[in-house]
């Protein structure tokens, strides 16, 4: 039964992320905005809701033990940011070497994807270091959360301010698919493209949330504990959307909105996230988070240093893979 419903949520979310893509592509062509910005803004935020509402409901759940709650809140705050920098990266990259190679050319925009890397390695830094901070200091602890909230709204100014001038120079989103919702004879306008978001969107929650029950159910199965289960096993479900809507966007060629998808969920997961983490967690260094930590901000710099000495190439994520497998091996070993 559990795989069953594995399968059927696979499918849901692949279907909704269809939708929603479509959808965003048609939001952004219609507001002139660039390809970075409706990537890593619009669809990040859109797609990095499942795994943001975990940790809080988490948090929040008031069960017994609250410990429990709390490994599973730090858990899924570092899980997500670590998926994406690693198997998501990898499995977006290696979704295109029938038609590029392992030596072939991945052309995000290098501007804007620079500074979602720069953005999310300060703060992730930031939110590492706090591991370390005392329980006893709880105004310092405040105060990196609310640098790591300002970091995050730092970072929408200044992708937002890029936009026009990307947009300008040929980076501008367009739609190359009619609108879906078209297709059943609704005006292709404004409110219709919203409509469309908004069914994608909730599509791809209630997917993602159907998944994580058969990923938590099987993991229960295998015996896992509750943090090795929010680190490892729910970010496989809650991170699927940014996943296939990569995979779809970089197999069309959309390199900059794959890329941005991915690096914009990372920097709203490396910032408004370990906010949550540090305020409201013991948010201490386990071996199974300080190792989380450790390989997130490894892959992370690995892919900035590729992308200052020049072309990015598919070979290059698969080394973000082979993070990933390196930290299963610390964390199952």
């Given at each position: ?9 696979l499918?849901a ?60 809140g ?16 990898c ?93 059943l ?72 909105l ?5 690096t ?16 409201l967690?013991?948010?201490v ?49």
């Amino acid at each position: 039964m559990v795989f069953l419903v594995l399968i059927l949520m696979l499918f849901a979310i692949l279907a909704a992320s269809m939708v929603f893509t479509n959808a965003l592509e048609h939001l952004g062509e219609r507001l002139g905005i660039s390809e970075g910005a409706t990537g890593s803004i619009f669809a990040a935020v859109g797609t990095a809701l499942p795994e943001t509402l975990m940790p809080i409901i988490a948090i929040s759940a008031g069960t017994a033990p609250p410990s429990v709650n709390e490994e599973i809140g730090v858990g899924a705050i570092l899980g997500a940011p670590l998926m994406l920098s690693t198997l998501s990266l990898c499995l977006m990259a290696l979704s295109t070497v029938r038609q590029r190679r392992l030596q072939g050319t991945l052309a995000p925009e290098r501007s804007g994807l620079a500074r979602d890397l720069n953005m999310f390695l300060f703060a992730f830094s930031l939110a590492t270091a706090a591991l370390f901070l005392p329980l006893r200091l709880p105004e310092a602890r405040t105060l990196v959360a609310l640098v790591l909230i300002l970091i995050y709204f730092v970072y929408l100014f200044l992708t937002l301010q890029a936009s026009s001038t990307l947009a300008d120079i040929g980076h501008a989103t367009e739609a190359d698919e009619a609108l879906i919702l078209s297709h059943l004879g609704l005006p292709p306008g404004l409110p219709v493209i919203l409509l469309q978001l908004a069914l994608g969107l909730a599509l791809l929650i209630g997917g993602a949330k159907g998944f994580v029950y058969g990923v938590t159910e099987g993991a229960h199965l295998l015996g896992l504990s509750p943090l090795l289960l929010s680190l490892v096993t729910i970010p496989i479900a809650t991170e699927l959307p940014e996943k296939v809507n990569s995979i779809r966007w970089i197999r069309r060629g959309k390199d900059t909105l794959a890329f941005g998808n991915i690096t914009g969920a990372m920097v709203f997961q490396g910032t408004l996230l370990p906010a949550i983490g540090v305020l409201l967690t013991p948010w201490v260094p386990s071996r199974e988070v300080a190792s989380a930590a450790a390989i997130t901000w490894l892959s992370a710099a690995w892919l900035r240093l590729r992308v200052s000495r020049g072309p990015l190439q598919v070979w290059h994520l698969a080394v973000n893979g082979a993070l990933y497998a390196i930290y299963l091996m610390i964390a199952l070993g």
